[in-house]
């Protein structure tokens, strides 16, 4: 499976942006789909997380209320619609999928897109 993520982008504080991420390859082995971020000197964490009928969401409380998680299975794509972005929003985000359901969220040993750049202005 290989994941293409797109969307990224410099937006002021209160903005918004839509990070899509595209599957290709084996995509009926893929089962949760989630996006993670990185800040610069900072651990790799947990954004959003969606189930595989896509019926069921999961999200980082400090994003809860502002970003939705969507996937679209006959497309083979997963969205993250950010809203109200904070400058500590800004991170590089990556898309990733399981092969195993959620709320398990998406290990090493899953498959992981190559990130965008999300930059906040304040």
């Known amino acids: 499976v290989q994941l293409q993520a797109s969307g990224g982008g410099l937006v002021q504080a209160g903005g918004s942006l839509r990070l899509s991420c595209a599957a290709s390859?084996?995509?009926?082995?893929?089962?949760?789909m989630g996006w993670f971020r990185q800040a610069p000197g900072k651990e790799r964490e947990f954004v959003a997380l969606?189930?595989?009928?896509?019926?069921?969401?999961y999200y980082q409380d400090s994003v809860k209320g502002r970003f939705t998680i969507s996937r679209d299975n006959a497309k083979n794509t997963l969205t993250l619609q950010m809203n109200t972005l904070k400058p500590e929003d800004a991170a590089v985000y990556y898309c990733?999928?399981?092969?195993?359901?959620?709320?398990?969220?998406?290990?090493?040993?899953?498959?992981w897109g190559q990130g965008t750049q999300v930059t906040v202005s304040s």
């Open positions: 990733a999928a399981s092969r195993f359901p959620a709320p398990r969220l998406p290990g090493q040993s899953d498959y």
């Open positions: 969606i189930n595989r009928s896509g019926t069921t969401t």
């Open positions: 390859g084996r995509t009926f082995s893929i089962n949760a």
